[in-house]
Structure formats: C-alpha cells, structure tokens
C-alpha cells in the first residue's frame, strides 16, 4: 500500500468515526430511514488494477477478504458485505457493460416526450 493510500484510507476511518461520534451526540440530526449507506470501492479506480482483468480479480480478492462471493450480471461484478446499516462494496463495471449503456442513451434525444403526449 503506497503511502498516499495509506492516508486516504487513515482520512475515511477517522471520517467515519467522527461522523458516528457525531451522529451518537446529536440524536435531532436524521438519519436515513430506509435503505443501506455504502461505501463503495471502484476497483479499477480505487486500487492499484492497471487493466479491467485485474480490476476483476480486486472485486474478487475483496470478496474472500469479506467472506463472501461475488455476484456478476451484466458486465458489473459486485462483492460485499454488511455492517448493520451500513454496507461496504467493491465494484467494477466493465467497459463492455458501459458501452452497451452509451449506445441505449445514445437514443435518449431521438424521442421528445411533450410531442408524443401532445398527440
């Protein structure tokens, strides 16, 4: 781990920390009722993974780290695990899955909506 990951990572832990301490003193602040925080790690950008197979093996490496499998669907390989409320992952999305989503946005103009509700 180089020493500027080492920060980062010292930064999020104590971030983190201060803001439960934070959370725990001041109960009129809210927190989210429903759903999952998550702290998400983008292994092709989030590490040190120089192409998308490594990135792959990261999610994957994670995934035994946290005890647990990843799921793949879809180009998007997703491992983690829960903490309470709280939810860490490791993700990576392939360049095959983010090209398939340009090309279908690519179309998102074509269509104007008020001209089709106004028919």
Do not use: F, K, N, W
């Given at each position: 781990?180089?020493?500027a990951?080492?920060?980062h990572r010292r930064e999020l832990i104590a971030g983190l920390r201060t803001l439960a301490t934070f959370l725990d003193g001041?109960?009129?602040?809210?927190?989210?009722?429903?759903?999952?925080?998550r702290v998400s790690v983008h292994t092709n950008y989030d590490t040190d993974a120089s192409s998308e197979v490594?990135?792959?093996?990261?999610?994957?490496?994670?995934a035994a780290l946290l005890g647990?499998?990843?799921?793949?669907e879809d180009g998007h390989h997703v491992a983690g695990a829960e903490f309470g409320s709280v939810r860490y992952e490791a993700?990576?999305?392939t360049q095959a899955a983010m090209d398939r989503r340009a090309a279908l946005?690519?179309?998102?103009?074509?269509?104007?909506?008020?001209?089709?509700?106004g028919a």
């Open positions: 781990m180089s020493p990951q080492r920060y001041h109960p009129q602040v809210p927190v989210p009722r429903y759903g999952t925080v490594e990135a792959i093996a990261e999610v994957e490496r994670i647990t499998t990843p799921t793949v993700v990576l999305i946005d690519s179309y998102r103009d074509a269509i104007a909506l008020d001209e089709i509700e």
